[in-house]
């Protein structure tokens, strides 16, 4: 099992930035894929982005406004985002899988889930 703890969520105003980060520990025997998912009040889970060891897939809403990032030697992988806007506001949860995902924004393909980390912007 793989575990996986969230950080860097908060309150911000809408313009701003926040940057989340998840670190993953536990019994990790190969590369990971990683992910962001969010999920606003009585909405349903929405992918917001993945990378594996080759590169980053996004939603379509954080192409322009998101960037993702990992940190392999660490398994770290960090969600930089700018331009906030107040419809981004939602609980943020970092997933996880061995290897590489055949749907990397389906939350199908990931077996482990941080707890999360709220975001909030206020406008």
């Known amino acids: 099992q793989v575990q996986l703890v969230e950080s860097g969520g908060g309150a911000v105003q809408a313009g701003g930035s926040l940057r989340l980060s998840c670190e993953a520990s536990?019994?990790?025997?190969?590369?990971?894929?990683m992910g962001w998912f969010r999920q606003a009040p009585d909405k349903e889970r929405e992918a917001v982005a993945s990378i594996d060891s080759l590169e980053p897939t996004y939603a379509d809403f954080a192409k322009d406004r998101f960037i993702i990032s990992k940190d392999n030697a660490k398994n770290v992988v960090y969600l930089q985002m700018n331009s906030l806007k107040p419809e981004d506001t939602a609980r943020y949860y970092c997933?996880?899988?061995?290897?590489?995902?055949?749907?990397?924004?389906?939350?199908?393909?990931?077996?482990?889930w941080g707890q999360g980390t709220q975001v909030t912007v206020s406008s």
């Open positions: 997933a996880a899988r061995h290897g590489t995902a055949p749907s990397p924004l389906d939350e199908d393909n990931y077996n482990n």
């Open positions: 536990g019994h990790i025997y190969s590369s990971l894929t």
